[in-house]
């Protein structure tokens, strides 16, 4: 059985800097690319970045690019998502998500999410 699992949300000041992290497991499991997602209230779930397994290539939504950077750690079956100069509408629940071949349009795993709150 394939699990992610996401921590490191939490309250935080606008201005500070945060590392999300997702862990994954199961032994079939092995990510062509790994993603971050996050959804604010009211709003409809959003690509964040992404990050190719194999070759680390990444890729960032235009909003967020030169705040957000996504990293993997191969050992640790683990990805990264830091968060510089964190902004109240950075407030979200960040989901991280894996996919399994390029040809899959779709998302095959996600988590369960975790809060970040940012006050100003």
């Known amino acids: 059985q394939v699990q992610l699992q996401e921590s490191g949300g939490g309250l935080v000041q606008a201005g500070e800097t945060l590392r999300l992290s997702c862990t994954f497991s199961g032994r079939t499991f092995k990510p062509y690319v790994m993603g971050w997602f996050r959804q604010a209230p009211g709003s409809q779930r959003d690509f964040v970045a992404s990050?190719?397994?194999?070759?680390?290539?990444?890729y960032y939504a235009d909003s967020v690019k030169d705040r957000f950077t996504i990293s993997r750690d191969d050992a640790k079956n683990t990805v990264y998502l830091e968060i510089n100069n964190l902004k109240p509408e950075d407030t979200a629940v960040y989901y991280c998500?894996?996919?399994?071949?390029?040809?899959?349009?779709?998302?095959?795993?996600w988590g369960q999410g975790t809060q970040v709150t940012v006050s100003s």
């Open positions: 990050i190719s397994w194999s070759l680390s290539n990444t």
């Open positions: 998500a894996g996919r399994i071949s390029a040809a899959n349009v779709n998302w095959d795993y």
